[in-house]
């Protein structure tokens, strides 16, 4: 069965520092792999896929098959990325979406 | 466009009694999701539906839990009789089906068994 791990609960930074927010996983297939996050008061939203090869708001993230992570970045930190984020892994084929359990990210100013 | 409409946002009710859930998703979103996520964990699927058909169930407690979403649009989750330990949120959520395609949330229900 596959597994998303983030292993930190709490991340806080200062402003203007660099972020980054773990995320291992552990699957014997090709995973398709997501960041979403929760802003204060907001609902869930999907902030990036690593299929994408983007970046969104700052934020990039890499898929590391030998290290099986898929860590978000971010070079500066703002105030407003402060958040909840999850990490999920989507088996190949599969519709099923696994989530981790969340790293809360405070960005102190 | 509308997001995914659920209602009621708060819900408290005591062990044994059954609740339910109302969940609208985006129009023309064929696939619907409902998520349990209990406090500080992160959102697990409980059953998936691809227009009115149940696609993936096999994490929802049948004894206890039943959803159905019968014209294909809008659905509802059911408990009864409800226990302390499914206290959580309820999150629903809809995407247009294609494989891959983001999930999109709607505020959820926060449930508290007493």
């Known amino acids: 069965a596959q597994r998303v791990t983030q292993p930190e609960k709490l991340l806080s930074v200062f402003k203007g520092a660099p972020v980054e927010l773990k995320c291992n996983y552990s699957?014997?297939?090709?995973?398709?792999l997501f960041w979403y996050v929760q802003y204060s008061r907001q609902r869930l939203q999907l902030l990036l896929r690593?299929?994408s090869r983007e970046s969104i708001k700052g934020f990039t993230a890499d898929l590391n098959k030998g290290e099986t992570s898929f860590h978000l970045k971010k070079p500066f930190a703002q105030e407003e990325d402060s958040a909840m984020y999850y990490c999920?892994?989507?088996?190949?084929?599969?519709?099923?979406?696994?989530f981790g359990k969340g790293t809360k990210l405070s960005v102190i100013p | 466009e509308a997001g995914v409409a659920q209602s009621p946002r708060y819900k408290i009710i005591e062990k044994r009694q059954s609740v339910a859930f109302w969940c609208n998703p985006i129009?023309?979103?064929?696939?619907l999701y409902w998520y349990q996520q209990i406090l500080g964990q992160g959102p697990k699927l409980l059953i998936q539906?691809?227009?009115?058909?149940?696609?993936?169930d096999s994490q929802l407690p049948k004894d206890r839990f039943s959803a159905e979403r019968l014209k294909g649009v809008d659905s509802t989750l059911k408990i009864q009789p409800a226990k302390l330990e499914d206290s959580a949120v309820y999150l629903c959520?809809?995407?247009?089906?294609?494989?891959?395609?983001?999930?999109?949330f709607g505020n959820g229900t926060r449930l508290t068994v007493t």
């Open positions: 959520a809809s995407s247009n089906g294609q494989y891959n395609s983001p999930l999109h």
């Open positions: 699957y014997s297939g090709s995973p398709e």
């Open positions: 690593h299929i």
């Open positions: 999920a892994l989507l088996r190949a084929g599969s519709y099923q979406l696994t």
């Open positions: 129009s023309g979103h064929a696939t």
């Open positions: 539906f691809q227009n009115n058909g149940v696609v993936d």
